[in-house]
Structure formats: structure tokens, C-alpha cells
């Protein structure tokens, strides 16, 4: 892994994602080189070319002094977008941590994403905001398989005993079923292992890009190869998405679940 430091015009970004004002991204690059990753166009923005995603990671230098909470209020920010929050990492430079310290006495609806076991760290910290949720990210209960596609995020067992912590420490809790691997991902299963202290479930389904879908055929085909025919027909047909989507709705409504469905991206989803 390549660490580097540089030094960051701002820390606290506007956003380009629908319904949110702000996003957080603590560091440039992911340790957590997962194989989907959406986020590998940063390569091109952050003077990496030539470099692989996943396989270094820029600590952004700022001083976290001139982060004003006020100038948050009442806006909703993400921690983070292009980044795990909660690295490796985290646990030396601690990015986060001096970033969240800073927007205490903020009223922002801030909303934590990470796939790491690490967020516990932080429920002290959590408890002086006013708006503040904590989701995980999590697509199979299988720790092996994580581990093929995940490359050194947290277990998902550890990552739902996290989630568990942070709940019953008081703080608002989801999970968030991204990115949905066909017929791999259970989410029934997950659901029932983690209703007890979530308080939300979101879904995303697996976006096919040209960068990941060698790398996601390839895990397919070694894997789960009696599946690797599906996977080429999904993402050629992309129906299959719309009778997942009626699947996942039909439960949520009969076990009375509060729930979000984000088919939406390559505009394919009938929603
Ligand atoms: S944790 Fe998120 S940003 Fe990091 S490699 Fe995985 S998908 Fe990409």
C-alpha cells in the first residue's frame, strides 16, 4: 500500500448525490479494495494514474480548526462517498475522528457508511450529535466470500456486531444491502440476523461498469460458477432487477420494515 500525505483545499465537499448537501471523504483512496467498486474514477482526479485502486491511500492534511458546525445546520451531510470512513488506517491518523470532533453543535443529519468494525471507536462521539445515523454495508453472511470481494473490510459478522453496538448505545442504525450480488446475496437472511437493531434497511443493486465487470465475472466464475451464465443474461437483461425489486418490497411490507430500494442506477430500475 502506498500511504502519502497531501494537503486538502477543503475537507467538508458539496455533493453531487440526490439528497444530500455534503460529503465527507477523510482520505483519497480505499483500503478496502473491494471488487465492485464504483468509485475508482478518483484515480483519474487525484493525480494516481497509474496507480491501482485499492492499493494506496492519500491522508488529506487540512486544518480541521476551520470546520464551523454552524455553517452545517439543518443540512444533510455523508461520511463518506469515495472512501471508507473507517480504514485500517483510521485507527493511526484518525482523520475521522478529528473531522467529528470539529462538527460537534452542529444540526446537520449526518449519516456514517463504513464496512468497518472500527466505527464502535467513535459511539462516544456519536452521542453529542443531534442527528446522526450509522449504517453499515453488507451483502453476505458469508465471511469467506467477503473476504474474496471485500479484500480487508471487516467480517460481516463483525460489521452486524458493530452495527449492534452502536444501536444499543442509543444511536439510529441502518444497514445497507449494497451492492446486491445475484442469487448470492441473502437478504432475508441478513435482515432477519440484524432487524433486532436496525433501524432501516436500504438496497442497492450490483452496477455493472466496464472497469469492474472483468474482476466481477472472474470472482463469479471461480466462486459460484453454476452462476456465471446468470450473470452474463443480468447484465444484458436487466428485468431481473425489477422482479428482485417487487421480492424485496413484498417483504419489507409484510414484516413491516422501514426501508429504502435504490435500483436506480444506469436509469434502469421501473421506480
Ligand atoms: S469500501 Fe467503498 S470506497 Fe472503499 S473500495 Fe469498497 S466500495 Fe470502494
Known amino acids: 500500500m502506498k500511504i502519502d500525505f497531501r494537503e486538502a483545499k477543503s475537507i467538508i465537499t458539496k455533493s453531487n448525490i440526490p439528497s444530500i448537501d455534503f460529503v465527507i471523504n477523510p482520505y483519497t483512496g480505499c483500503q478496502h479494495g473491494c471488487i465492485y467498486c464504483y468509485a475508482e474514477f478518483m484515480i483519474r482526479f487525484t493525480g494516481h494514474k497509474g496507480d491501482k485502486w485499492g492499493q494506496f491511500l492519500d491522508i488529506k492534511t487540512f486544518d480541521f480548526n476551520k470546520i464551523k458546525?454552524?455553517?452545517?445546520?439543518?443540512?444533510?451531510?455523508?461520511?463518506?462517498s469515495v472512501t471508507d470512513p473507517y480504514l485500517p488506517l483510521e485507527k493511526k491518523y484518525q482523520n475521522t475522528r478529528k473531522i467529528l470532533e470539529k462538527l460537534v453543535g452542529t444540526s446537520a443529519e449526518i449519516s456514517i457508511l463504513t464496512k468497518s468494525k472500527l466505527v464502535?471507536?467513535?459511539?462516544?462521539?456519536?452521542?453529542?450529535?443531534e442527528r446522526i445515523r450509522v449504517g453499515i454495508s453488507i451483502n453476505t453472511l458469508n465471511d469467506e466470500f467477503a473476504r474474496v470481494i471485500e479484500?480487508?473490510?471487516?467480517?460481516?459478522?463483525?460489521?452486524l456486531d458493530a452495527v449492534k453496538k452502536v444501536s444499543e448505545a442509543g444511536i439510529e442504525t441502518y444497514v445497507f444491502i449494497s451492492p446486491f450480488f445475484p442469487e448470492?446475496?441473502?437478504f432475508k437472511a441478513i435482515i432477519e440476523e440484524a432487524v433486532d437493531y436496525t433501524d432501516k434497511f436500504s438496497f442497492e443493486n450490483l452496477?455493472?461498469?466496464?472497469?469492474?465487470?472483468?474482476r466481477i465475472m472472474k470472482t463469479v466464475?471461480?466462486?459460484?460458477p453454476n452462476l456465471i451464465l446468470k450473470y452474463k443474461e443480468i447484465q444484458k437483461d436487466r428485468a431481473y432487477w425489477d422482479i428482485?425489486?417487487?421480492e424485496i418490497i413484498k417483504?419489507?411490507?409484510m414484516n413491516k420494515l422501514n426501508y429504502e430500494i435504490h435500483f436506480h442506477h444506469g436509469g434502469f430500475s421501473k421506480s
Do not use: M, Q, W
Request: aromatic share 12%; proline share 8%.
Open 69 to 80: 458546525p454552524k455553517k452545517y445546520d439543518g443540512k444533510k451531510i455523508l461520511l463518506s
Open 120 to 129: 464502535v471507536r467513535d459511539i462516544d462521539l456519536f452521542k453529542k450529535f
Open 151 to 159: 479484500r480487508a473490510a471487516s467480517k460481516p459478522t463483525e460489521r
Open 184 to 186: 448470492i446475496t441473502d
Open 207 to 214: 452496477n455493472f461498469r466496464p472497469h469492474n465487470v472483468p
Open 221 to 224: 466464475k471461480e466462486h459460484y
Open 244 to 246: 428482485l425489486e417487487d
Open 251 to 253: 417483504y419489507c411490507e
